[in-house]
């Protein structure tokens, strides 16, 4: 009875952890998803912003008559740039290394962007590479993310693989076992753990307790009660 309770207790608490684990590992496959959705619109995001920077550096070749018409000229493109810069700032954390090299190359375009001077089209140039360079390697670092998956992700993962192995060494344990005992079983011998139970006659004592002496050598982890009767 004891055994059943045990195995009982042991079949629920496997199922309650199961369970834990297929409720994590749905919810970092969702979360997966929705940053794969997101990596897709800041690779969108960055690609309007290169793209405005490429438009702005051929027409800063142009040879304007005044300001005016220069800014007239440019004014949509900055827009986009712009809208572009936003979207993809509202994205990037700051703390992370690779979103901050985006950022702060977004920051130098700002402060060139301001002084006609040093606003020329090789200067837009060589920071639209260097966007591109870091935007690559921003990318491929949140891919990489999404690739291995969230922490709590791979800890669900070993865990569920832990218990896959676990319980495959206890099935395996358990039958071999099984196959013990019921060898034990067949040949006559008691199984490991038994109780052998012996009842004599009083005049037999000196022959039971030679059987005393017997059995436990066949088997030193079997256990001999004798009772006598009259």
Same mark, same amino acid.
């Given at each position: ?8 207790? &042991?079949?629920? $608490? ?25 990596? /897709?619109? $800041? ?21 304007? =008559?005044? !300001? ?21 700032? $509202? ?44 935007? %690559? ?9 999404v690739? /291995?998956g ?27 076992? /099984?196959?013990?005992? &019921? ?9 490991? &753990?038994?109780?052998?139970q012996?009842?004599?006659? !009083?005049? %037999?004592?000196?022959?039971s307790?030679?059987?005393? =002496? ?17």
């Amino acid at each position: 009875m004891e055994g059943v309770s045990l195995g009982a207790v &042991g079949a629920a $608490l496997i199922a309650a952890i199961a369970s834990v684990i297929v409720l994590i590992l749905g919810k970092e496959a969702k979360t997966s998803e929705f940053r794969q959705e997101w990596i /897709d619109s $800041l690779r969108a995001e960055i690609s309007e912003y290169l793209s405005s920077l490429n438009t702005i550096s051929t027409h800063l070749l142009r040879s304007f =008559k005044d !300001a005016n018409e220069k800014i007239t000229d440019l004014a949509p493109f900055y827009t986009k740039v712009n809208s572009a810069a936003f979207m993809i700032r $509202l994205r990037l954390n700051s703390r992370e290394v690779e979103s901050k090299s985006v950022l702060d190359l977004m920051d130098k375009y700002e402060r060139l962007s301001k002084d006609d001077k040093t606003f020329t089209s090789s200067a837009v140039d060589q920071l639209e590479n260097e966007m591109l360079a870091a935007s %690559q390697v921003l990318l491929k670092a949140e891919w990489k993310r999404v690739k /291995d998956g969230e922490i709590t992700f791979r800890i669900a993962k070993w865990a569920s693989i832990a218990l896959t192995v676990g319980l495959i060494v206890l099935v395996l344990a358990a039958a071999a076992l /099984d196959l013990i005992r &019921g060898r034990a079983s067949r040949s006559g011998t008691p199984a490991p &753990g038994a109780v052998v139970q012996l009842q004599i006659n !009083a005049a %037999q004592v000196p022959s039971s307790a030679q059987h005393a =002496k017997i059995i436990p050598m066949i088997n030193p982890q079997v256990t001999l009660r004798v009772t006598t009767q009259p």
